[in-house]
């Protein structure tokens, strides 16, 4: 990214103030019309996109600069040339929209040529500005999308189609409220775009220490204490920032170098973290900006979303902390030292539970109370800013100093995550609009169903590795919109609820992350902690493994996402944690001591067992599990580890 200077420097700061204000204004008195709304806050990503993102990653470094380089890739300090004028035509096409919303969305198939050259600038730009940001990926889907759309009358068999004229595509993204001002663009303007500043506000004040302290205090008591403290900050962490790599960047770069310190390998490391980090979008109560998509979708409260991820995000947490602890004991990795734990007076502190407690407590507070989860994520905001900038005595140079902390943080936010995210968005609403209007959604389910009639299991598994394959090369929220545009009404066609089956994908979007070959987080993390990559990410899947199972359970027993009686969740959830549990000593060959291959056999199929509740199969469940802890109880034969998860010890 750019570091502006000078004139642009100033630019750079007028527009995320500018937008700062605005995304504050509309989230406490109430938002525009979404397409005025969408158009303008559109208008300020792809203007900040392009002059703090550089066309190549490398060419804009070369000093001195040709006059090539100059226009179309520009300076470390400048934008180039080319940036110049797409933030000019981003202003010319958002703002023509601005101006003639009322006549967009009233008229039907009147249109100037002109208006459909602005559609076609549009979806350039989009296109290139999410290439710029998050790869290559998005936009490479996108086209593979309009492809499909143009030219459906030469697929053959059932997922062919007339084919629609590149001139009514155009005219639907720009001129429809089903295109580029689409669901997906109304939602981060409107919602979406208050908890991305929410973020970098709560770390700038220190919230993020505080989970990292609370981490360290409460994990680093366990065996496995080091690899523990990065489950705890990473569950904390990750429902801030929504994002898998993201929180392996930030927590990875204490926890891998600790638990490397304490003498875990370093691909078990990398995989601990790369693991709790993907889980972290899947923790209440802000779990990245996919529940908010699915919360509208589904077109209930964001609230009851929250309450349906509890407890699959508890067991996958349990699952992960369960496999840290297997493995530490297994290889003799203790807890950590009385030196590196943070003492309770500084953790407990009363400026950093002030900070920490006032504003989450404002935004469940009003998040329980069914009101707009914009109103209870703005008033968050502002009583972190205020309790920052109040608590203690503070000169007139300390408060300046902490000024510039929240002035900073709100510009980092908007610039690398808010910018980012709403162009993403919306180049992703291009793919989702035509899915609708080429009736794929509907072929997708046709082709679901035929797979159901012979099997639903055999339908949800296909479903499946359809989303991880989404999920492997593009973010989690991407990978979950486009997924649940095309099998969202599928799988709730197969006589399953529309939270479970919305929570089925959103959960194996989640997992791509881990899952090779293209495993983001796990490539994070081996960029800090060093190792085999591969090897990383079978051990990450291993911790995860229980999190890969328990989709298929609450989607046939919905009590894991709090439908039904308290006594059935209650159970439901006990015997799946148990099932984690042993499913996690099995595959890390620990329990009460090393396991032989017979015991983790036991533990592995008693597991996989509790995973579907009933009489008979929790029966013969616990009855291997006793059997392999007789096994072990009675077993005098040490047992070597295994070479594949070894770690060096102290």
Known sequence: MRELRGFWKHIGILLV???????????????????????????????LVFLYTPMSKTKWRAEPPSFLNKFLFGRKDSPAVLDVFMVIASIVVCGYVLLNWEEITRQRWMYQPYELVFSAILGIMLLEGTRRTTGNIIPTLVLAFL???????????????????????????????????????????????????????LFATGVGDTFMNLARFFGGRISGGAGQIAVISSACFGTLSGSAVANVATTGTFTIPTMKKLGYRP?????IEASASSGGQIMPPIMGVGAFVMAEMLGIPYLYVCVAA???????????????????????????????????????????????????????????????????????????????????????????????????????????????????????????????LTGLAVKMSEAIMTLAGVNVLLALVATMVMIMILGMGMPTTAAYIIGAAVLGSTLMGLEIKGISAHMFIFYYSVLGNISPPVCVAVYTAVTISGGNWLRMAFIAMSLCMGAYLIPFTFVFYPALLMQGEPINIIYTTLTAMMGVLFLSAGLFGYFLKPTNILERLFFIAGGLLLFKPGLSTDFVGYALIATGITMQKLRRTPVKPQPEFEVKTK
């Open 17 to 47: 103030g500018a937008w700062v204000v605005l995304v504050i204004y509309t989230s406490l008195v109430g938002a525009w019309h979404p397409v005025i709304q969408g158009s303008i806050f559109l208008n300020f990503a792809l203007a």
């Open 147 to 201: 492809a499909y759309a143009l030219f459906g009358s030469i697929i053959p068999g059932s997922f062919g189609h007339p084919g629609f004229p590149l001139l009514e595509v155009l005219y639907h993204y720009y001129m429809m409220t089903e295109g580029y001002w689409g669901m997906l663009t109304d939602l981060t303007s409107r919602v979406i775009a208050v908890f991305l500043l929410l973020g970098p506000i």
């Open 267 to 271: 691909e078990l490391a990398g995989a």
């Open 310 to 436: 509890i407890i699959p995000a508890l067991i996958y947490f349990f699952g992960v902390g369960a496999g840290v602890f297997f493995a530490a004991k297994k290889y003799g990795l203790g807890k950590v030292p009385p030196e590196l734990m943070p003492k309770a007076r500084e953790v407990f502190a009363l400026g950093h539970m002030i900070n920490l407690l006032i504003p989450i407590g404002i935004l469940i507070y009003i998040l329980v109370l069914l009101l707009p989860p914009q109103l209870a994520a703005v008033m968050a905001l502002l009583a972190a800013i205020a309790t920052f900038l109040i608590v203690g005595l503070l000169s007139p140079g300390q408060l300046w100093k902490r000024i510039q902390t929240i002035g900073g943080a709100l510009s980092t936010g908007t610039i690398t995550a808010l910018a980012t995210l709403m162009v993403m968005a919306v180049c992703v609403q291009m793919a989702v609009s035509l899915v609708s």
